[in-house]
């Protein structure tokens, strides 16, 4: 066996791999413009097929692999880091970023305890400080840990919320035995709350979803539903607000949510996944609530701060909140470092972390507070670029007006009843995305069906922007011209 079969590239290899890999990066951003968002075609065995061969026996060179990725794998892809990707949630992986996620990798130091990786935690703790700012949260001494989602991120502040209520020795005793623990949200809140509650044992059942017409939880139907739960004998443990809905970007009335939480003694978590950074834009500052009255907050930086996923912020207002909830130290992981605040592993289940920290932090220096609020300010313009035109349409209605780049529209004609419409609306969105030009998506509220346009692509501008509504416009034509034409079973029966 020869050196090289045992060991890794050597540093010139590396170099020129890394050169290759940058070269093809850069021809794929530089022609971005002209690529589809989406592939033509996603049916499964013909994605599938290219990666189902045996695993090689010898190795292949480097430019090999990258060709067959760009053979196979880009053209399968959907394309989320694209100027035409308003699905979901748009997000962006931004230079200063994939370059942190090298370094990441490279170094693969292990942030559990301050001592296996003592900068790197130093880090961590000055980007969350850096995260709590930015989302208005003068919280110096609370907890706080970057981890890889909002899903997780609520579960754990869940858990805390639990843990802080005293009403049983749930870390000594589990749940069983536990009072039958109640958590509050709209009817718009996202899925991770009910997941949070299966994982908690909690169950979907005490999920109590108060019904928000207007998108946003009411606070004194909120608070009714707490008092009577009281009175059965359940015990209210959380209360989870939104700082932006998934659905429309709603922003539920969080000051007086947060003084219902207090009046009766519940935790309240904000879900602020998408809205916490917006803050940053004046204009948004005017008009979003302060979320410092919270017990606990998630914001995610890789939806709206211009890095990669996985990486989303929790902070908690109580010191040792988290770390009282999920710090376990068995002998093999004790270290003479006396502070235990600075043993990231001691706030959430993670054990083994990555330096998910090193991309936020280098975002957030390479564009500074001035550059991102700039960068946030021109997509808030880009919405407004999108919202005019769709007021200036005959068919077409915001569901919600929210002060976020999330743009979702239903379409009306009075002509036609809500069912036909809905389907014209659910015919336009496949007719968008199947022209592989933009990438759009769905959903259901006050019971139509909704187009859901998010913006907050780093590449996207205004040019981007019109080609949407012009994807959507013709896309229209279309459809509604197939159903003048006898194609309104198409159409009808697409649902
Ligand atoms: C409001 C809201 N909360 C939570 C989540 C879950 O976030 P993650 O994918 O980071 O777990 C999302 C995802 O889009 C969201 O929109």
């Not at 994939?98 to 990441?104: I, R, S, V």
């Not at 909704?450 to 996207?460: F, Y």
């Amino acid at each position: 066996m020869s050196e090289r079969d045992r060991g890794d590239w050597t540093p010139q290899e590396l170099v020129s791999g890394g050169q290759a890999l940058l070269r093809r990066l850069a021809e794929h951003f530089g022609s971005l413009d002209a690529q589809a968002v989406r592939p033509s075609d996603v049916d499964v065995d013909r994605i599938s097929e290219p990666f189902l061969g045996a695993l090689p026996e010898r190795g292949l060179a480097f430019e090999e692999l990258l060709t067959r990725t760009w053979e196979h794998v880009v053209p399968g892809l959907t394309q989320w880091n694209h100027p035409r990707h308003h699905a979901y949630f748009s997000n962006s992986s931004s230079a200063p970023a994939m370059l942190a996620e090298l370094f990441t990798a490279a170094f693969n130091v292990n942030v559990m305890v301050w001592e296996s990786a003592p900068s790197a935690a130093a880090v961590e703790r000055q980007t969350l400080a850096w995260l709590a700012e930015l989302c208005g949260l003068d919280w110096p001494e609370g907890d706080a840990v970057l981890v890889d989602g909002a899903s997780l991120a609520t579960f754990y502040a869940l858990c805390a919320a639990r843990e802080r209520a005293g009403q049983h020795a749930w870390r000594e005793h589990g749940a069983s035995g536990g009072p039958r623990a109640r958590i509050y949200c709209s009817d718009q809140t996202h899925s991770s709350i009910g997941k949070a509650a299966i994982a908690l044992g909690v169950g979907l059942d005490n999920v109590v979803q108060i019904p928000a017409p207007e998108g946003v939880l009411p606070p004194t139907e909120l608070r009714e539903a707490i008092r009577r739960d009281r009175d059965r004998g359940l015990f209210p443990l959380a209360v989870v607000a939104n700082l932006g809905t998934t659905n429309v970007a709603a922003i539920d009335p969080v000051e007086q949510i947060a003084e219902v939480c207090r009046a009766e003694a519940v935790w309240l978590h904000v879900d602020a996944a998408f809205g916490g950074f917006w803050r940053i834009v004046p204009e948004l500052d005017e008009v979003l609530p302060a979320i410092n009255g919270a017990d606990s907050v998630v914001a995610n930086p890789h939806k709206v701060l211009y890095c990669p996923m996985e990486v989303s912020a929790l902070f908690s207002r109580h010191p040792r909140g988290l770390m009282d909830t999920f710090s376990l130290v068995p002998e093999y992981l004790r270290t003479p470092t006396e502070d235990d605040r600075l043993d990231h592993m001691n706030y959430s289940l993670q054990l083994g972390r990555q330096f998910r920290a090193l991309k936020v932090w280098w975002v957030l220096q390479s564009f500074g507070r001035r550059g991102l609020r700039q960068r946030l300010d021109h997509t808030v313009s880009l919405a407004g670029q999108l919202v005019a035109n769709i007021e200036r349409s005959e068919h077409w209605r915001l569901a919600h007006r929210s002060p976020l780049p999330l743009v979702v529209i239903t379409y009306h004609d009075p002509s036609r009843t809500p069912e036909q419409c809905d389907r014209i609306a659910e015919a336009v969105h496949r007719h968008v995305n199947d022209t592989g030009a933009c990438a759009i998506s769905h959903t259901r509220y006050q019971g139509r069906y909704a187009l859901r346009m998010s913006i907050g692509n780093i590449h996207t501008d205004s040019r981007h922007i019109a080609a949407l509504w012009d994807a959507v416009v013709r896309a229209e034509e279309l459809v509604v011209e197939g159903v003048g034409h006898g194609a309104r079973d198409t159409v009808a029966h697409s649902g």
